[in-house]
């Protein structure tokens, strides 16, 4: 990582570059369902010079902040009656996630920092079809039924669970889609239900990490983490106001090409 300032950003970067990051990133989870990670872990690693882990690390934490923030704030389209109605899928789904979040945490902390690099690329091309694959289906009659459903849920719970930990991100574009394919949900429900999903899921990567040399990040750059935070919550605040005025035909083929971008920019950084 590059030297840092006093106040604890990385050198010719100001609180404005960090607070405006949060908050675009912030206003695409928000409207979307996202923890928004996909985008802000290529500005964590490139634009702000910080090593693999260290940006999973950060990427987790500002993730978290968006999560747990843009539930509430979407409650006015998707209320949470709605999303307690759904409390079957939502446990279905955690009972994979929570395994897949701790092992995929543990995983990182084991790899060097080029290996993480190529797979966070991979990844991020990855999510990025699945992404236009997914949303292009309407909700409907679920894909399975029955108890072939339930152990469908648990593997692709268990599946995202180790992305969402390698990669440090909520795990909402494989949420989303898999709610929708495999549950018949509605988009708008399934973007709050991913939310639900993730935050436990996340909480316990984020507790993996903190047995890593690594956590350390949050605590030296502790100005940074609290700016970019607070442009999170304004961006998710933003994002949940505008959920179901941008239509999906403009805004997914935008997302796509952000996430290609940034698969490109993490392959190719060393």
């Known amino acids: 990582m590059s030297s840092e300032t006093a106040a604890g950003f990385p050198a010719r970067h100001r609180p404005l570059t960090a607070f405006g990051s949060g908050a675009g990133v912030g206003l695409l989870g928000g409207l979307i369902g996202l923890g928004g990670a ?3 872990l290529p500005l964590l690693i490139g634009l702000f010079r910080f090593a693999a ?4 690390i950060l990427n987790k934490t500002m993730s978290l902040v968006v999560v747990a923030s843009a539930l509430p704030f ?3 389209t998707v209320p949470f009656a709605a999303i307690a109605a759904s409390w079957p899928i939502i446990v279905n789904l955690l009972a994979g996630s929570l395994l ?5 945490a543990a995983w990182a902390t084991r790899l060097r920092s080029a290996t993480l690099y190529r797979i966070i690329a991979a990844m991020l091309v990855v999510i990025a079809v699945v992404l236009v694959a997914g949303h292009g289906a309407t909700a409907g009659t679920p894909l399975l039924t029955g108890g072939v459903q339930v152990l469908a849920g648990i593997i692709a719970g268990f599946a995202i669970g180790i992305v969402a930990s390698l990669l440090g ?3 909402g574009e494989l949420l989303i889609p898999t709610l929708v394919l495999l549950f018949g949900a509605d988009l708008k429900l399934a973007g709050s239900l991913s939310l639900a999903v993730s935050l436990p899921t996340m909480l316990v990567g984020f507790t993996r990490y903190t047995r890593d040399e690594s956590f350390t990040i949050l605590g030296r750059n502790r100005m940074f983490v609290l700016v970019m935070a607070a442009g ?4 998710s605040f933003l994002g949940g106001r505008l959920l179901g005025i941008i239509p999906d035909g403009v805004l997914l083929p935008l997302l796509t090409l952000i996430l290609l971008i940034s698969a490109v920019k993490v392959g190719r950084h060393r």
């Open 100 to 104: 897949g979040a701790w092992l995929g």
């Open 38 to 40: 996909e985008f802000r």
């Open 53 to 56: 882990l260290e940006a999973v």
């Open 169 to 171: 991100v909520a795990g």
């Open 232 to 235: 999170s919550l304004v961006g």
């Open 74 to 76: 979407r409650a006015s």
